[in-house]
């Protein structure tokens, strides 16, 4: 681990990387930029292997922290228990922010004591040139939506720790711990647009739908996505179910053009989906 003297900051930035070597100059040169500056910002690898932690290195401002590969929960509480900062803020990669986001995002934590943490209220794609970008979605949390989030983008430190932070086992939806298990949500801090990068190549889709299928805690379809047979019972349905599931996506992305383009799209996701609870129902098997 690469020493880094201790800092007194009020906001402790925590990034969890796995092969973001694209991405996260951009994420760093963001949170460079913002007008809040009582900030430390750690960034803990995830056993990449594309050179992520050499261009993380350049980065004079930022503590690297050498995680396991256990999944982006394990390296937010790691990098949670190493931070200075009174507020945890989790962000990805693969994210960049509106100048005052920071400081928008700490505001309401920072006027009242009650407010255990909070989260963004509006989440833009920045890859909407590319066709499956725009199959997945421009606005990925809206002002009309951001109330039902559930994930914690800002924190206060003694509260996450109390709650025993992130649980990894939930996998892709690990952020999401404090409201599976406690039924605590954020409140939405007004004035935080972000900008998040979609999959742009089928695989990627495939990947990050396979990972999502293996999170899933929920019923599809009305269907128990536990019960060993769901991934044969979901295959069976394909047929039927990704033709209904393209209209509806094309509906609600408003870019009708797309649907020959949202079949393949919807028919990656939907096998993704399927091989992630494969994996997870047989396999136990849940990371990326």
Known sequence: ???????????????????????????????????????????????????????????????????????????????????????LVFIDADMIFDRNYIQNLISPILKNEEVIGTTHDYEIATNTKNVWSRCWGKVRVSKKTAKD????????????????????????????????????????????????????????????????????NKKVFGLDVSNSMAPFLMTVAAPLAIPILSIKKSIDVKIFRLFPWMIIFITTRYFGTVSGLYRKNYFGKNVR
């Open 149 to 216: 989030v559930t994930i914690f983008r800002a924190i206060r430190k003694n509260k996450f720790l109390e709650l025993g932070g992130f649980d990894p086992e939930y996998g892709y939806a690990d952020d999401q711990t404090l409201w599976f298990k406690y039924r605590i949500k954020p409140i939405v801090a007004e004035g935080t647009t972000c900008y998040h990068k979609n999959p742009e190549t089928l695989k990627s889709v495939y990947m990050q739908s396979r990972w999502i299928g293996s999170s899933i």
């Open 1 to 87: 681990m690469k020493k880094h003297r201790a800092s007194k900051k009020l906001v402790s930035i925590i990034i969890p990387m796995y092969n973001e070597a694209r991405d996260i100059p951009h994420c760093l040169r963001s949170l460079d930029k913002q007008s809040y500056k009582d900030i430390e910002i750690i960034a803990v690898d995830d056993g990449s292997e594309d050179g992520t932690r050499d261009i993380v290195r350049k980065f004079k401002n930022v503590r690297l922290v050498h995680g396991e590969h256990k999944g982006p929960g394990f390296s937010r509480n790691l990098g949670a228990k190493l931070s200075n900062g009174k507020i």
